[in-house]
């Protein structure tokens, strides 16, 4: 998972810890999904509200997105390698 693009360690292990165990399940998630585990990475700023946790809950969408296209692209990648080692 530490290959998909923004997810380092601690994000893979909250993740992790919300059922999103493999890099498949990062790419079938729906980016909105993916918010509120995020979220919990986050933990000082969730305390914010109004303006500011609505720019952030739009910026943490914005890196889901990106977040599940790595995860499907790598996806895909792994299962070439597969269907061409069969």
């Not at 509120?36 to 303006?51: D, F, H, I, S």
Request: proline share 2%; hydrophobic share 50%.
């Amino acid at each position: 998972m530490a290959q998909v693009a923004f997810v380092k360690s601690r994000m893979a292990r909250i993740f992790w810890e919300n059922g999103f165990k493999s890099v498949r399940a990062l790419s079938d998630a729906d980016p909105q999904t993916l918010v509120p585990v995020m979220l919990q990475a986050q933990a000082r700023k969730m305390k914010l509200q109004g303006e500011a946790a609505e720019r952030l809950k739009a910026k943490l969408l914005a890196k889901a997105e990106i977040i599940v296209s790595s995860a499907s692209r790598l996806w895909e990648k792994q299962q070439m390698v597969v269907w061409e080692d069969e």
